[in-house]
């Protein structure tokens, strides 16, 4: 069946350092891809997204890399501050027809000063 | 900049009452969803809605659920005889395109009691 998981549920940095957050995905018909932030009471946020003919898109501050051979998502955040905090969701849509996404389990992030 | 918005804030009601939540999606957005978020959990699909019918629903979304437009701006959730597992952040989110990325509403937080 569908599934999205992460490898980290949690990732602490410092202020200043780049964080790397991962995410695995096992359905091959994805062809879309999103990674949203969720602060605490608040609904997901869009950060990047990226579509399966591509394997890298950045912006700014954020790169979202795509391995589709091992079927492996990433968000890079360069310079994360402590607004950065917060709960990251890869999601994905694709293999139906009216975009439904399927999230992951998501990565807290916190960021030290 | 437009923005999905979603009434109320907070819910609070006895189980087996009836609860409708409420959504304003961007107005020239399409597809409509509904999502849920258990706390601590990751957000699951419910439903998606597009030209004035349910598109695709998960196996979460059972008899007690049922969606509306009824008019050209809200979109709302039924929820006829809550249960006290039915406690959640429930959150609204539409697309201008089936494959775009979606904008979530800050959510409603249904409890029941």
């Known amino acids: 069946g569908e599934s999205v998981g992460l490898h980290l549920p949690t990732l602490s940095v410092q202020e200043g350092d780049n964080s790397i957050i991962n995410c695995a995905y096992s359905n091959s018909a994805s062809d879309y891809f999103i990674w949203y932030k969720q602060e605490s009471g608040k609904g997901p946020q869009f950060i990047i997204d990226i579509r399966s003919n591509m394997d890298k898109r950045q912006g700014q501050r954020v790169t979202v890399l795509l391995n589709k051979t091992v079927k492996h998502l990433s968000l890079q955040i360069a310079a994360t501050q402590p607004g950065d905090s917060a709960v990251y969701f890869c999601?994905?849509?694709?293999?139906?027809?009216?975009?439904?996404?399927?999230f992951g389990q998501g990565t807290i992030l916190t960021v030290h000063p | 900049e437009p923005e999905v918005t979603q009434t109320p804030s907070h819910q609070v009601t006895q189980m087996g009452q009836e609860v409708i939540l409420r959504c304003v999606p961007i107005?020239?957005?399409?597809?409509f969803y509904w999502y849920r978020q258990i706390l601590g959990q990751k957000v699951e699909f419910l439903v998606s809605?597009?030209?004035?019918?349910?598109?695709?629903k998960s196996e979460i979304f059972d008899d007690q659920f049922s969606v509306e437009r009824p008019d050209g701006s809200n979109f709302t959730l039924k929820i006829r005889s809550t249960k006290l597992e039915d406690s959640a952040m429930y959150f609204c989110?539409?697309?201008?395109?089936?494959?775009?990325?979606?904008?979530f509403g800050q959510g409603t937080r249904l409890t029941v009691v």
């Open positions: 999601a994905f849509a694709g293999g139906t027809s009216y975009g439904k996404l399927t």
């Open positions: 107005s020239n957005h399409l597809y």
């Open positions: 809605f597009y030209n004035n019918e349910i598109s695709e």
């Open positions: 989110a539409s697309k201008r395109d089936q494959n775009t990325e979606a904008f």
